[in-house]
């Protein structure tokens, strides 16, 4: 079992920077996939970034490349989504998840993962 809880999120003016932070519970972070999706109100749940376990392999939505970069320290048990030159169709809640992986991979569908965070508001200012 994994819990995960999300921080860092806030108001923002357009062209800003936010750092998100996900913390992970457990001792096996290691063997775990993770990603950032984001829902704005009134849609749907939406792939933003994802890595690897070990942090090699990282991939991200065509919306948000060359804006947010994915990271992980797995010594601190912690994923991060760096988020620069914000506007404000990034604002959403946005959520960390995670996945047991077993082949180095990232994936891209919330129902691949099967760990959430509570999620944490990011309200882009124009």
């Known amino acids: 079992q994994v819990q995960l809880v999300e921080s860092g999120g806030g108001l923002v003016q357009a062209g800003g920077s936010l750092r998100l932070s996900c913390a992970a519970s457990?001792?096996?972070?290691?063997?775990?996939?993770m990603g950032w999706f984001r829902q704005a109100p009134g849609k749907e749940r939406e792939f933003v970034a994802g890595i690897s376990r070990s942090g090699g392999s990282t991939s991200y939505a065509d919306s948000v490349k060359g804006r947010f970069t994915i990271s992980r320290d797995n010594a601190k048990n912690t994923v991060y989504l760096q988020i620069n030159s914000l506007k404000p169709e990034d604002t959403a809640v946005y959520y960390c998840?995670?996945?047991?992986?077993?082949?180095?991979?990232?994936?891209?569908?919330?129902?691949?993962?099967?760990?959430w965070g509570q999620g944490t508001q990011v309200t882009v200012s124009s």
């Open positions: 998840a995670g996945v047991r992986d077993y082949s180095g991979s990232y994936y891209y569908r919330p129902n691949e993962y099967d760990y």
């Open positions: 457990g001792r096996t972070f290691n063997r775990y996939a």
